[in-house]
């Protein structure tokens, strides 16, 4: 919301909104170079494709048609068509992977696979080369190998539509499954059972018939495919291969472990460590005596921090999958293999998960699957409570689930959903925040979802452009609210990126808490639209006043404000009680009430110091009614300071105006 500034002198105060559209953020655009430089694609380690083990092949059922016509899997669609017209932009496949994981639908992920290849099919061989880059990189991570299968299926049976539209789209289709087989993403049995589940005249069985007799069966097919569009990223992939293979040659002939873990930092590309260890595991497996230099390498690679266990576990399980391949010229491979996966295990570098699973990111398939729940019910648990507005539902529902190590995931959904919503949905959000940090959350929890949306925000301002505003917007109002602390943004910007837009925005979120009236506008900043408002509440406080004024029943009173039910605002009580002492001379009543009220425990230090703050800032307004409300003001400051109601800071500006 913005305010038009008048041309007379002073002018009014700004909204939150208007002082941070003053403020220059970066935003993530469409222009954005690729983060490390080089996409990295899955590659595999033989040209021989003759050596795969067996694969399974899903077609199209009703349950998949069931699916795709679900309201979900629409938001799917629409949100995964922005993500790879971004990636054809940027060539970011780190962003990419994180966009595609946030989404949060994992078993539409196969759609992911048909749409990648289609978009790209109408586009130049640029995007063509970066969709199969994609796509290797995606494999196993976040792509499970019967995604991929499924994918690649679909478009098979879609062969007929995309002919309408792209005339060489069954050449291209060859080409994509050709590529597919030769990154190892799917295995040569493939095609065969592919051909069982399609008509032999349909345009899929054509494009499977030409990829096997052009692409797949000529001379050095292996080369010719990786070709075919160019190669723009090849050449960087070779050389960051040859790279690897360098370094671990010096490993083996001068044993200097340090300098072999400088050369893997030089690198550059931590999202491809696992090259480095399926090649220093396969090293290792090939020539015995260099098993000891090899666990030396990994053992100090994972102290240093240098490979993360998920890269860890995706090398080996890499490995393993050329296992019969390998023993053709290494026959005690297997064994070899097991010993030394034993050995990882035992040191705690793969964190116990099976290498051959979806795991590799060391999380066990439970643990995966509980954490996949959990993010799928809270987005439904989110949209029932903006649905219905009722709270303690919402709390009921989020006990129900058992997953308190996961609550900082809820407050990233909640806030995320809520950001692309209107203002409604993100007071309610607000207002949510303060009653779980009462009732359900801990400090810890909050500062971790913050935490969590602050490191996230450059991807989120891709879907949502003013993300990085609206989140000031949010930690400013959870100060505010006293779901945090100040200190806490602290805290929180020490966690970020200096120079991120996320320490940034913790910045914009100090500016507002800084501007003056601060409170009441960041409280009227999504106009408390969620079934009360700012101006309902202030008539409720200044009502259950005049009562108390008139009746001087101090358990009345306190039950009204209890009722009122709003314990994030009773800093406007403060305010109003010490505004009706100075105008009614009612000074005795009011300050017992006060007192009665921080000994409940029903105003905290934080909403009692905010109170006089507010009285302070508008003491030359008052002072035009009521004149020796600076007087006043200042006996009512001793009296607080005495019973220690108020922060030091609200002491030292009591100093000031005295």
Partial sequence: MSVQQEESLPPPPRSPTAILSDVQLRIVTGGKPAANG?????????????????GTVGGATEVESAIYSSPSCDDYKRNMATIISEYFSTGDVQLAASELVDLGVEEHHHYFVKKVVSMSMDRHDKEKEMASVLLSFLYNDTLPPSHIKLGFMNLLESAEDLSVDIPNAVDLLAIFIARAVVDEILPPVYLARARDSLCGNSKGFEALQVAEKSYLSVPHHAEVIAGKWGGSTQTGVEEVKKKISDLLSELTEGGDVAEACRCVRELGLPF?????VKRAVTLAVEKPQTEALILKLLEKSVQDCLISTSQMAKGFSR?????????????????????????ARAAGWIENVNPNSNGSDGSSKEEKITLKRYKEECVKIIKEYFLSDDVPELIRSLEELRAPLYKPIFLKRLITIAMDRKDREKEMASVLLSSLSMELFSSEDIVKGFVMLLRSVEDTSLDILDAPKQLALFLARAVIDEVLVPLNLHEISKKLQPNSIGSETVHMARMLLSARHAGERILRCWGGGTGWQVEDSKDKVSKLLEEYAAGGDLGEACWCIRDIARPFFNHEVVKKALVMAMEKKVDGLML????????????????????????????EDLS??????????????????????????????????A
Avoid at 323 to 340: G, Q, R, Y
Avoid at 592 to 619: A, H, K, P, Y
Avoid at 635 to 654: F, G, R
Wanted: hydrophobic share 35%; aromatic share 8%.
């Fill in 38 to 54: 080089i996409a990295v694609r899955h590659n595999p380690t033989s040209n021989d494709v003759s050596n795969y083990t067996n």
């Fill in 272 to 276: 491809y460590h696992h090259e480095v």
């Fill in 319 to 343: 490995l393993s999958e050329n296992l019969d391949d390998l023993t053709l010229d290494v026959p005690s491979a297997k064994s070899t293999f097991e010993h030394l996966l034993q050995k």
């Fill in 592 to 619: 017992d009430l006060l007192e009665e009220c921080f000994d409940q425990g029903l105003i905290t230090i934080n909403q009692m110091s905010n109170g006089f703050s507010r009285v302070r800032e508008s003491l």
């Fill in 624 to 657: 035009l009614d009521v004149p020796n409300a600076v007087e006043k003001y200042g006996e009512y400051m001793e009296y607080a300071v005495k019973h220690n109601w108020v922060l030091p800071s609200s002491i030292d500006a009591a100093t000031c105006v």
